[in-house]
Nanobody
């Protein structure tokens, strides 16, 4: 089982940027798929981005061109660079490994 710890959330103005981190321990993240999901108040959790063990990357249509997922194998950490943030990006962002393990989440609030 892997332990995942997200960080980097916060309050940002529309158009701003944040970088989220998902630090893994207990297993090497690069051997599996790691994804970012988000859940806004009153809504279901939704897929945001994923990087596979082979380095393939997928994004939700709503974040394409604005968000970038990457992985630092030396640090066993996956990042989500979020640019041009919009109020509708406000949510708790969760890291997921191999479809089974979840982090505790980090709050992102986009507001003026």
């Amino acid at each position: 089982q892997v332990q995942l710890v997200e960080s980097g959330g916060g309050l940002v103005q529309p158009g701003g940027s944040l970088r989220l981190s998902c630090a893994g321990s207990g297993r090497i993240l690069s051997i599996g798929h790691t994804g970012w999901y988000r859940q806004a108040p009153g809504k279901e959790r939704e897929f945001v981005a994923r990087i596979t063990s082979g380095g393939q990357i997928n994004y939700a249509d709503s974040v394409k061109g604005r968000f970038t997922i990457s992985r630092d194998n030396a640090k066993n950490t996956v990042y989500l660079q979020m640019n041009s943030l919009k109020p509708e990006d406000t949510a708790v962002y969760y890291c997921n490994f191999a479809g089974t393990d979840w982090g505790q989440g980090t709050q992102v609030t986009v507001s003026s």
